[in-house]
C-alpha cells in the first residue's frame, strides 16, 4: 500500500432500522411497490446490493417513511441484500459487504441457474421477477476508498446517453463491466441494445458519510423527476436545492482499460483518490507483481482505485473522456 495512505473514515451514519419494510407489499421481502393512476414506466431504486453501503438504504428509508408515491407508472424500492446487511457492524463495516459472494457478480442466466448455490444467488433469483417488470433501474452504490461521485453506465449506448440525461453527478462513465461477473445493470434486457430498458449506477461518495447519502438524494431527484414521476415540490423535499435542475457541465468518458489485479501484490505508486487526470500516456501508475502499469493514452482518468487489491479483483478503471453516445 502506497505510503502516506490514509485508511478509510470512520462509519459516521447510523445503520437505518428496516424492521417496518422487510416483509415488503408484492410478496416479496424487503421489496415495496406503488402504481400511480397514470400510466408510465416502472421505475426501481435498488440499496443494498452490497449489505455493508448502508447510504441507499437509508435513503430508501426515509423516502418511504415521508411516504413517497409516483405520479405516474410504478415505483419500486428494493432493499436487496437484507441478509448480509443484519450483519452489519460499525465496529467491522467491510465484513458485511456479502454472505457468500458478490452479488453484484451474479446477474447473467448462467449465475442465476447454476451451482454453486449461495445465499446472494437465492436473493438474485427471488428479486428477478420483479426485476424483470422494470423499465429504469437505478442502483444505489458507495465506495471504500475516497473519490469523485459519478454514474456508471454498461456497455449500451442507450444507458450511456440515459446517464448523460441524468447528470447528477456531473460525471458519467461508460464501461464493460467486470471479469467476476455481471452486474445488476447489466442483467439481461438492460445490456441488450434491442430492449427500451435500461440500468445505470451511481457511486455517490465513500461508505457512512452523511454527503454520500445527499449525492444519492439528488440523484434519485433528479432521475425522477426527468421521467415526470415526481413534481418539483416532491424533487425538493428528497434532495432540497438540488433536486430536479440540471447541472452545467456534465463530463462523460469511456472506459479503455479495466485492470485487474493479477497477483495479491498489486500497489499504486501513489494514494490515488479517483477521478485523476493523468496527463501523459504511458505514465506509472501501479506494479502488480513485475508488471508495471501505465496509463494508455494522454489526459487518462482513473475511475474508482482500489487502494487494496485482491487477486483477481478490479483495481482501477482507465478511461478516456469523449463526447456521449449519439441517438
Known sequence: MPAGL?????????????????????GIPGVWSFV????????ALVSLVHGNEIAGA?????????????RLGRLSLVFANLDAFARF???????????DE??????SEE??????DSAERRRARALRPLIDTVDVLLDLHSMLWEGEPLLIAGAAAKARRFAVGVGTPPLVVGDEGHLGGRRLIDYGPFADPTSPKVAILVEAGQHWVAETERVMASTVARLLAGLGMIDRAAAERIAPRSSAHAPSAVRYAEV???VTARTSDFAFVQPFRGGEIIAARNTLIALDGGEEIRTPHDDCLLVMPSLRTCRGHTAVR??????????
Open 36 to 43: 400511480a393512476g397514470a400510466p408510465g414506466p416502472h421505475v
Open 102 to 107: 458478490d452479488m453484484n457478480r451474479v446477474w
Open 89 to 99: 457492524d460499525p465496529a467491522n463495516p467491510t465484513a458485511s459487504r456479502f454472505v
Open 318 to 327: 482507465l478511461a478516456r473522456f469523449a463526447p456521449p453516445p449519439a441517438g
Open 58 to 70: 437509508r435513503l430508501l428509508d426515509r423516502l418511504l417513511r415521508e411516504g413517497l408515491r409516483p
Open 111 to 116: 449465475a442465476l441457474a447454476g451451482p454453486p
Open 256 to 258: 479503455t482499460r479495466t
Open 6 to 26: 490514509s485508511p478509510p473514515r470512520r462509519v459516521e451514519i447510523a445503520a437505518p432500522d428496516l424492521s417496518a419494510w422487510r416483509a415488503g407489499n408484492v
